[in-house]
Structure formats: C-alpha cells, structure tokens
C-alpha cells in the first residue's frame, strides 16, 4: 500500500490550498480516508476524515468551517481544501488510511509521507 501526498506550499494568510493524496494498493472504497497534521513540537492531530461506511465526514473544532474533505473513489484520490488559512495551520500534514468505519485516534493502518504547509502572517 502507498499513499502519496501532495500539493503543500508556502501561502499567505487567507489564502487557500488543496492537498491531494493517491493511494494504490488497497481498495480504496473500503478504507476511511483522513488528513492529519503535526507542528514542530506539538503531537499529531486528525485534521479531517472520510468515512466510506456512512459517507460522512469529520472536522476538528480547530478546521471546522474552513477546511473540507473529499474523495473520488474512481480516482483513489482525497483532497483537502483549506479555505482561510491561518499561521497557525502551519504544520506537515499526512495523509492515511484504515479499514475501520470510524477511526477518530491515531492509529491508521496506513500512513503517506508528509507535505509541508506554512502560512505566513
């Protein structure tokens, strides 16, 4: 299985920015999809997440609003759009799959590299 994360940058604050993720190896339409991020310092949170069972979706209070999740099941792609960023956005994120329905910890069975986005005020 891989999963192949890409689309990070350097923005403005306010600005916006999609992350795309192709996974292979796995079937994708089984799998909850998910974004996760990690400042320097600081552990690594769930950002957002696509359930594949209930076709739902979850937000961390910190994105909720601003950012949204997507997939395309015929292209094993999740994207993340991120709408208003803010300085403190500023972190690697990672994306990464797991079988269960509802995943909402840490331990995804599989994880992408991570690609940077930094904010600047």
């Known amino acids: 299985v891989q999963l192949q994360a890409y689309g990070g940058g350097l923005v403005q604050t306010g600005d916006s920015l999609r992350l795309s993720c192709v996974a292979s190896g796995l079937r994708f339409g089984l799998y909850t999809m998910a974004w996760f991020r990690q400042a320097p310092g600081k552990e690594r949170e769930l950002v957002a997440a696509s359930f594949y069972r209930t076709r739902t979706t979850y937000y961390s209070d910190s994105v909720k609003g601003r950012f949204t999740i997507s997939r395309d099941n015929a292209k094993n792609t999740v994207f993340l759009q991120m709408d208003s960023l803010k300085p403190e956005d500023t972190a690697a994120y990672y994306c990464?799959?797991?079988?269960?329905?509802?995943?909402?910890?840490?331990?995804?069975?599989?994880w992408g590299q991570g690609t940077q986005v930094t904010v600047s005020s």
């Open positions: 990464a799959s797991d079988p269960r329905a509802r995943p909402l910890d840490l331990y995804y069975e599989y």
